[in-house]
């Protein structure tokens, strides 16, 4: 069964980077919107950015200027570059992209397990 997986998390300081990425673990037909969602503790999960097939972007206030978002379509892989860290950043993070397996297979929201991602000094 195709899954999203997600890599590139751990633990850095504040004001560090982290680059992360997800691509789907089997073959697929193709990927539309992909998305990066992050949950802290005792919060409700929020959009963090997407992106769509055609590169426009999205970004949540709180990450506007320091997150950036790129994608490669030829790897049907998505890549969250996170610079200028902040405490407040430390949450897991999760992949969400709209996937059809084939030709005859519908589109469909698919999550990964997400990674963790901790500032602290």
């Known amino acids: 069964q195709v899954q999203l997986v997600e890599s590139g998390g751990g633990l850095v300081q504040p004001g560090g980077s982290l680059r992360l990425s997800c691509a789907p673990s089997?073959?697929?037909?193709?990927?539309?919107?992909m998305a990066w969602y992050r949950q802290a503790p005792g919060k409700q999960r929020e959009l963090v950015a997407s992106?769509?097939?055609?590169?426009?972007?999205f970004y949540a206030d709180s990450v506007k200027g320091r997150f950036t978002i790129s994608r490669d379509n030829a790897k049907n892989t998505m890549y969250p570059q996170m610079n200028s860290l902040k405490p407040e950043d430390t949450a897991v993070y999760y992949c969400?992209?709209?996937?059809?397996?084939?030709?005859?297979?519908?589109?469909?929201?698919?999550w990964g397990q997400g990674t963790q991602v901790t500032v602290s000094s």
């Open positions: 089997g073959s697929i037909f193709g990927i539309n919107a």
């Open positions: 992106i769509t097939r055609g590169g426009s972007t």
């Open positions: 969400n992209a709209e996937v059809s397996l084939s030709v005859v297979t519908p589109w469909s929201d698919y």
